[in-house]
């Protein structure tokens, strides 16, 4: 349960238009049932796209993605897609955000509000269930937003930036709020960020990417045991590696970034 | 603790004094007009069979009241020119022309959504149309719908109908992907993305162009009362003048100002307290 193979995929954005992208090339990697996979790259590397993939939003130009063995045809509730961008709906309260899912599947109001408070109990929630997003922190509108993706029993959380738009302290209580969840759980993780520390602190192997169109650069096992101590020579050690690994691509990147804007050819 | 409890009287404290500066310059600016005017009429200035001064008109409710209120004995007047049946004759006018352009609007804009042919078909069309004022639809209404409630309804739906479909299209447009992904991610259908996800994220928007819409719809149907349909606060006003009696006109005038404002607030409430998360969602 829980295991995704990539083989060969590619992704290019606007087919058949002037604002061709290349936005992945060639991807072929695998992830483990259970396993926390952290994917970094530089910015507009196509590690977005690659979750979009997975979640089946978006279907690869090239190349097959399967789950647990199944080509990925669309979306499921099994592989659960977090944003950035708070995704709570702003008209509904928490609770009713967190039960969205099992409405969707036709459960009983009473059954699914009972659900859905048991994951706000288990992220923190509970008191808050029947604020309104706007009410809420951003730390605690992700925690809402994962909450929503256990209800339904997503086996896979894949996540975009999910902390991105948290304040430092915030971010690092996010991250081990995750970890806390994830620990024993059995459930897959693919976690994208462009922050070195983030991976260093949360993966158990670390996939980098290169600059647009992104193609798999390496994947690095993270050989520590957790929690993890981030002022720590290993960590020092990690951290080297991907600020090493990563150098020359980001300033590929920061050059393509811009020659793109000079031609406009950005997709978004 | 003291102080978690002096902060919910303080804020009540400091509404309430907004409230009554806020009103102090309703009275200062009403006042004003009225005093310019009560001035130049008592010094003989204007001419008040043409501009009574206020404390006239006000004054004469009660000789209006044959024409404005239904009166047992007074049979010359017909009875639907009562004040009451006026308003309520105008108001339903105006509310039910909003219902149905609404719920029309509403409808077309989410087939145009979903059926790009639909939209193809329609638009250029309807982008056509939505500029033309809705008093310029009267003549075309009455002749279609002869001289009562259905052309004055005609006339609010057409004001509201084209620029509300308009309005709906371009916000399930605009609508955040992020929702609509979330959605599909959860195992949302079509349909379901449609009920849960795009209509409650376009309601605000669609409210606030319904109420920016709602002075239009309003002086159309009054327009038509005055033109053709004989009946409501805009024939109260002509009748008025052709019977030179502009204490009539100029009453009717106020009637229709408070009316249109007391809705337009009633809409400003409504949309504060149903419609509250604008702020919130990124429409």
């Known amino acids: 349960m829980g295991e995704i193979v990539c083989t060969n995929v590619t992704k290019v954005w606007g087919v058949g238009t002037t604002r061709e992208v290349a936005a992945l090339e060639n991807v072929s990697f695998s992830v483990r049932h259970g396993e926390f996979v952290v994917v970094i790259g530089p910015s507009g590397c196509g590690k977005s796209t690659l979750l979009m993939l997975l979640s089946g939003l978006e279907m690869p130009t090239g190349g097959t993605i399967t789950y647990n063995g199944e080509p990925i045809t669309g979306p499921d509730a099994d592989r659960s897609l977090i944003f950035q961008q708070p995704s709570l709906f702003p008209w509904r309260s928490t609770i009713d955000n967190v039960a969205f899912g099992l409405q969707l599947r ?163 | ?113 979903y059926l790009r042919l639909f939209r193809n078909l329609t638009f250029p069309t309807i982008t056509m149309l939505a500029p033309i004022a809705p008093a310029a639809w009267i003549p075309l209404a009455i002749l279609a719908f002869g001289m009562g409630d259905g052309a004055a309804i005609f006339v609010v739906f057409v004001g509201i109908y084209f620029t509300l479909t308009l309005a709906t299209l371009n916000s399930m447009n605009n609508v955040d992907q992020v929702y609509v992904n979330t959605a599909r991610v959860l195992g949302a259908s079509r349909r379901q993305i449609m009920w849960h996800v795009i209509f409650p994220a376009i309601l605000p928007n669609l409210f606030v162009v319904l109420r920016m819409n709602f002075f239009a719809a309003w002086m159309g149907v009054l327009a038509a009362e005055m033109v053709g349909v004989r009946t409501g606060l805009g024939a109260v006003v002509v009748m008025g003048r052709q019977m030179m009696n502009m204490n009539l006109t100029f009453l009717g005038m106020a009637i229709i100002g408070l009316v249109g404002y007391l809705l337009d607030v009633g809409l400003g409430v409504l949309q504060k307290r149903v419609l509250w998360w604008r702020s919130a969602a990124r429409v």
């Open chain 1, 106 to 268: 036709g459960v009983p109001r009473k059954e699914r509000r009972q659900q859905a408070e048991k994951f706000l109990r288990q992220v923190g929630l509970r008191e808050f269930a029947n604020k309104h997003p706007h009410e809420l922190s951003g730390g605690m509108q992700q925690r809402a937003a994962i909450a929503r993706a256990l209800c339904l029993g997503a086996d896979v959380l894949l996540m975009d930036e999910p902390f991105a738009a948290l304040d430092v302290q915030t971010r690092f209580h996010m991250q081990s709020f995750l970890l806390d969840i994830w620990l024993g759980s059995g459930k897959t993780v693919v976690f994208v960020t462009h922050h070195i520390d983030e991976a260093a602190y949360l993966a158990d192997r670390v996939v980098i990417f290169t600059a647009r169109p992104g193609r798999l650069l390496d994947s690095v096992d993270i050989d520590m045991p957790r929690p993890r101590n981030v002022i720590s020579p290993d960590f020092e050690r990690y951290r080297a590696l991907f600020v090493e690994r990563l150098r020359s691509e980001v300033t590929r990147a920061f050059q393509e970034q811009e020659l793109a804007e000079m031609l406009d050819t950005r997709i978004k």
């Open chain 2, 1 to 113: 603790m003291a102080a978690a409890l002096r902060v919910p009287s303080r804020a009540s404290s400091l509404r309430f004094r907004w409230f009554v500066v806020e009103a102090g310059w309703w009275v200062l600016s009403v006042g004003i007009v009225i005093g310019i005017w009560e001035i130049t009429a008592a010094l003989g200035l204007i001419n008040t069979i043409i501009l009574p001064p206020p404390h006239k008109f006000v004054a004469e409710i009660r000789d209006q009241s044959q024409f404005l209120m239904p009166q047992p004995g007074v049979t010359a007047i017909p009875l639907h020119f009562a004040v009451f049946t006026a308003i309520g004759a105008s108001l339903r006018r105006v509310l039910i022309g909003l219902l149905l352009g609404s719920l029309a609007a509403v409808l077309t804009g989410s087939l145009a959504f």
